[in-house]
Nanobody, 122 residues
Framework: QVQLVESGGGLVQAGGSLRLSCATSGRTSGNYGVGWFHQAPGKEREFVAAISWNGGTTYYADSVKGRFTISRDNAKNTVYLQMNNLKPGDTATYYC???????????????WGQGTQVTVSS
């Protein structure tokens, strides 16, 4: 069992930055890959970024490449999503999730956090 808690969301102007954190806990949480997804009202949940258990592999959605960076500190059991040059289209609830098999779809992500809201004003 893995527990995940997101934090760091908020309101920011377009062009600004936020850093989201995903604190993980559980006896084997360090062995899991972690992905970030977002969901805007009335839209499907979408993949944003993912990182393997050791940080050696990362994936990004095309829409965030060059703007977002995913990283992890296993000593702190935390995964980060640094979001720069934010756009109004990034407005959504952001979720982190844990998986044994890293992927760019939500299939296979077994554990989910409750989400943190990111709002980007124009």
């Amino acid at each position: 069992q893995v527990q995940l808690v997101e934090s760091g969301g908020g309101l920011v102007q377009a062009g600004g930055s936020l850093r989201l954190s995903c604190a993980t806990s559980g006896r084997t949480s360090g062995n899991y890959g972690v992905g970030w997804f977002h969901q805007a009202p009335g839209k499907e949940r979408e993949f944003v970024a993912a990182i393997s258990w050791n940080g050696g592999t990362t994936y990004y959605a095309d829409s965030v490449k060059g703007r977002f960076t995913i990283s992890r500190d296993n000593a702190k059991n935390t995964v980060y999503l640094q979001m720069n040059n934010l756009k109004p289209g990034d407005t959504a609830t952001y979720y982190c999730a844990a998986t044994r098999i890293l992927s760019t779809t939500d299939f296979g992500y077994d554990y989910w956090g409750q989400g943190t809201q990111v709002t980007v004003s124009s």
